[in-house]
């Protein structure tokens, strides 16, 4: 903490504002458990949505690397000349 670190009242009033603000932060939060229900319902469905499309995307750089690996390697067997 700020004030056992600097130990001066400008310290501790600073420290005391913050432990405040988080109070505060705290009780919003538990005041409004149905509007962060809902955010959080909202987060799982776009979480979902996006993780579909970095799937695809991922798919689709896998698969151009693997061609260009396939593409690069040196044939192996037999050749006639």
Sequence with gaps: M??????????????IQIVRAFVQMRKYALTHKELAEQLLLMEQKYDQQFSDV???????????????????????GFRSS
Excluded at 4 to 15: F, G, Y
Excluded at 54 to 76: G, N, P
């Design 2 to 15: 700020l004030a056992s670190v600097l130990s001066s009242p400008l310290a501790i009033e600073v420290n």
């Design 54 to 76: 970095y799937d695809a995307i991922r798919y689709l750089l896998e698969k151009d690397q693997q061609q260009t690996d396939q593409s690069e390697r040196q044939a192996i």
